[in-house]
């Protein structure tokens, strides 16, 4: 992915001289795409405000971010589609996450529009996730509008940033729009771009009904609602339609548009995007990517997106037992809004019953166990993630792993793959060196550096995603002074000398703390973890081992001292034997503890690799 690829045609859309005026051809649909921070929820603000879409009165800072999680971050986790009118244009806008764990909501944003709103933190410039979004709207040929946002800052370098901008799109400076978000200078004309230079949606009016489902959730009192963008023909209120994928039949039983309020109307047209409320009582019949159709049609299916696959994996479990049908309902809920989220039973001797879940990334993971905890009140206990692995048998039987613990024993093994991923890492060129160093450490190999410009680098890598999973991203930012910025796709499966290290508490081996590792990683990481899980262990009435292995052999060791009370308090005088046989008693009865005691593992216990450094 090299910077010399970027080259786009910024603002060629010209529709003077159309001869068929139609409907569609007021509609302009368009996202706003951009690395985490730079202003997206604040810029979707004032053009709510500037077009009266929203009366002042009512108006609130990220008012399309409705969730309490999003507001108190001050992150966008899902996308948020609101229709708006601006010079009698239709104006459908789908405000998008910035963070790289909710990447595949931008992708799925992108297949709605026809242009895409660039906006770059005129402080920051060029960011890993700005790369990423670029290269997103090239995939689906969107008109690329550049907006440089954040002007009135005092730390703002224009110059600078527009030079970078250029760099990247090869675009003219003319094209780049400069603005602030905050006070609202040169909003206005971000609005004039888009009607200007967005081309409106294709599509066949008078064909048979297609609407691509970009987005779903579950209303507990009107069943399934879908954001649709209706690609040709119409969808009714009331009309009996039919899900091309699974086949599913339903009714319309609502359509209309966000505006960010759900407005009801007749009809959902050629090239509008909306919402579609159905009779299913389940999201499952109703995908993200599939195709509505009239039940009395017959069309050819959209092409859809491909199926969001998790990579990072953990053991969620309630704190105690008697909660599990609550969190058993909390996860069937979450799914119902979170199509990304993929769960299965789960159960371990330690923890009892609870669910292996699989996410997009830490901060996905982050999110859902909060809402689990806020929403439901449900105390959890989230065991430490890891990533899924292709293990080959002896047998040639490849299996899919998402726990260590399920991992058979090595002379069953042919070899065990682990996933890799291409990375990209944007960071002044003084700190090249430094994210060289600290993508080897992670047992990733640099393949090649690129500059934005004078002063902006371009990283590429690739790396193995476990290593990236704990503490990566923290080390990247305290070794660049905080400018680095990173971003990646899975690439493939490789092959390598991997070991499971299992974790001892009392001679008893806990398979909740059980991790993959590389071999040559494996005597530090179980120093390191048994270092830690003494700090967090409380003391017992007995000696307590903490010991790392790799299959029958230890690698690493650390002892828990027990408490000792002053048995010999209450003698006075005496022969000295009777103070040898009451410690004697003290011994024995330690002994037997040690036998038939049981070591309580504090939930911090579990996500000890998430604080190891």
């Not at 004032?46 to 879409?53: A, F, N």
């Not at 969808?235 to 759900?262: C, F, H, N, Y």
């Not at 105690?320 to 769960?343: C, G, H, I, W």
């Not at 680098?457 to 990247?476: C, H, I, W």
Request: aromatic letters at 6%; hydrophobic letters at 40%.
């Amino acid at each position: 992915m090299l910077i010399e690829r970027l080259h786009l045609n910024i603002r060629t859309s010209s529709f003077a001289g159309m001869e068929d005026v139609e409907v569609q051809d007021s509609i302009r649909n368009f996202c706003i795409i951009a690395h985490i921070d730079h202003g997206k929820s604040t810029l979707a603000d004032r053009l709510l405000e500037i077009t009266g879409t929203v009366q002042k009165r009512k108006m609130k800072e990220q008012l399309l971010d409705k969730m309490d999680l999003e507001r108190e971050r001050g992150i966008t986790i899902k996308l948020a589609p609101v229709r708006m009118e601006h010079k009698g244009v239709q104006l459908n806008l789908i405000d998008t996450p910035g963070h790289v764990d909710f990447s595949y909501e931008v992708s799925r944003s992108l297949q709605a529009c026809e242009g895409a709103l660039l906006i770059i933190d005129a402080s920051q410039g060029i960011q890993a996730q700005t790369l990423a979004n670029v290269y997103l709207a090239m995939e689906a040929d969107l008109t690329i509008i550049p907006v440089l946002n954040k002007i009135d800052l005092p730390a703002a370098d224009v110059p600078k940033a527009t030079k970078e901008v250029m760099s990247l799109l090869g675009c003219a400076e003319d094209d780049i729009l400069k603005i602030s978000a905050k006070t609202g200078e040169g909003v206005e004309t971000v609005l004039d771009a888009v009607i200007d230079t967005v081309p409106p949606p294709a599509g066949q009016a008078a064909g048979d009904t297609r609407a691509l489902i970009f987005d779903s959730f579950y209303d507990e009192y009107r069943g399934v609602i879908v954001y649709v963008r209706v690609v040709d023909g119409k969808i009714a209120k009331g009309a009996k339609i039919t899900m091309s994928a699974t086949q599913a039949r339903g009714d319309a039983l609502e359509v209309g548009a966000l505006s960010p309020d759900m407005k009801p109307f007749s009809s959902l047209q050629t090239g509008e995007i909306g919402y579609v409320v159905t009779n299913f009582h389940d999201t499952s019949e109703a995908r993200v990517g599939d195709t509505i159709a009239l039940s009395s049609e017959n069309p050819a299916p959209l092409a859809g997106y491909k199926e969001v696959k998790p990579f990072v994996y953990a053991g969620m479990f309630p704190s105690s037992n008697e909660f599990y049908p609550q969190l058993k309902d909390a996860m069937d809920r979450l799914k119902l809004s979170d199509s990304a989220l993929v769960y299965e039973p789960e159960n371990s001797p330690v923890l009892g019953h609870g669910f292996r879940v699989g996410f997009l990334g830490l901060l996905h993971m982050d999110i859902i166990r909060s809402r689990v905890e806020r929403e439901f009140s449900i105390d959890l206990i989230v065991t430490n993630p890891s990533t899924d692995y292709k293990v080959t048998l002896s047998t040639g039987e490849v299996l899919d792993i998402t726990s260590a613990s399920a991992v058979p024993p090595a002379n069953k093994l042919e070899g065990i793959a682990e996933p890799w991923i291409n990375g990209e890492i944007v960071v002044p060129k003084e700190y090249v060196g430094t994210v060289i160093q600290l993508v080897s450490s992670s047992r990733g190999l640099h393949k090649n550096v690129d500059y934005v410009d004078d002063q902006l680098a371009l990283v590429s890598f690739e790396a193995p995603l476990a290593n990236l999973l704990t503490d990566f991203y923290d080390k990247l930012k305290s070794q660049t002074a905080g400018y680095g910025t990173f971003s990646y796709e899975l690439s493939g499966y490789k092959t390598e000398d991997l070991v499971r290290v299992d974790f001892y508490v009392a001679d008893d081996i806990v398979e909740a703390l059980s991790v993959m590792c590389h071999r040559s990683e494996a005597p530090k990481l179980g120093r390191d973890t048994v270092e830690k899980l003494k700090e967090i262990i409380p003391r017992q009435n007995f000696k307590v081992a903490l010991q790392a292995a790799i299959g029958g052999r230890f690698i690493a060791r650390e002892d828990l001292s027990a408490y000792r009370k002053d048995v010999t308090s209450g003698l006075y005088g005496g022969d000295v034997s009777r103070k040898k046989k009451v410690l004697a008693k003290q011994k024995k009865g330690k002994d037997r503890l040690k036998r038939f005691g049981k070591v309580d593992l504090p939930a911090e216990a579990f996500t000890v690799l998430l604080k190891r450094d």
